[in-house]
């Protein structure tokens, strides 16, 4: 079965500080996908990055960096000098390769940047 | 941004009641979906739907049932309802020539008495 863990509920920083949101996923498929979503307090659900299971590059996006490591079945994403704009709630989400495409959530990790 | 909208954006009802949410989107997914997300549980999958007519369920599904007579519209029924399903509800579409990709539309917060 698939599953993934964040076992992160609640971190707090101090502005400027950098934060890394942990995620763990188990699957028994080859071919995945991994997501990480922003959950902002107005509510929506905003795409911040999608990696397939082939590549294992990480990724930076300004402030934002991915860290996909298969050996430890980890998807880790960190945010450099966190600003109060980062406070929101993050969720990793895995899903398969094929058919129908569903998602498995994690509970989410609530970020708050301090002022 | 993905062209996705659910109706009602809120809604207070009574126990017992039947309540219909809808979701509409405009760019021709074959893919939709219905979530709840609970505090503790992030989101979990209700149900699905792979086509016109084609549906199936989710992790979640008692309780609830969903129909898809056109591509753009995927209505999620509560035909009796309960106060364990007060929750925020989000659709969800996808294609898969956007590998996978889902887009969430603004989610329906619902209270059940």
């Known amino acids: 079965a698939q599953k993934v863990t964040q076992a992160q509920t609640e971190i707090s920083v101090v502005e400027k500080e950098d934060v890394t949101l942990d995620c763990v996923y188990e699957?028994?498929?080859?071919?995945?996908?991994l997501f990480w979503y922003k959950q902002p307090p107005s509510g929506e659900l905003v795409f911040l990055i999608r990696?397939?299971?082939?590549?294992?590059q990480n990724e930076i996006s300004g402030r934002y960096s991915w860290n996909f490591q298969k050996s430890t079945s980890s998807f880790n994403f960190t945010i450099t000098a966190s600003q109060v704009v980062d406070s929101a709630v993050y969720f990793c989400a895995l899903s398969e390769a094929e058919g129908t495409y569903k998602y498995i959530f994690g509970t989410g990790t609530r970020l708050k940047v301090l002022a | 941004d993905a062209g996705i909208t659910q109706s009602p954006r809120h809604k207070v009802t009574e126990t017992g009641t039947p309540v219909t949410l809808r979701c509409h989107q405009t760019e021709n997914h074959r893919y939709m979906y219905w979530y709840r997300q609970d505090p503790g549980h992030g989101l979990r999958l209700i149900h699905y739907s792979y086509g016109v007519k084609d549906t199936d369920k989710g992790e979640v599904s008692d309780g609830y049932s969903v129909s898809r007579s056109k591509t753009e519209d995927f209505l999620l029924t509560l035909e009796s309802a309960t106060s364990s399903q007060t929750s925020v509800y989000f659709c969800?579409?996808?294609?898969?020539?956007?590998?996978?990709?889902?887009?969430f539309g603004p989610g329906t917060r619902l209270t059940v008495l």
């Open positions: 990696r397939n299971s082939f590549d294992e």
């Open positions: 969800a579409i996808s294609d898969v020539l956007e590998v996978n990709e889902q887009f």
């Open positions: 699957t028994r498929d080859t071919t995945y996908y």
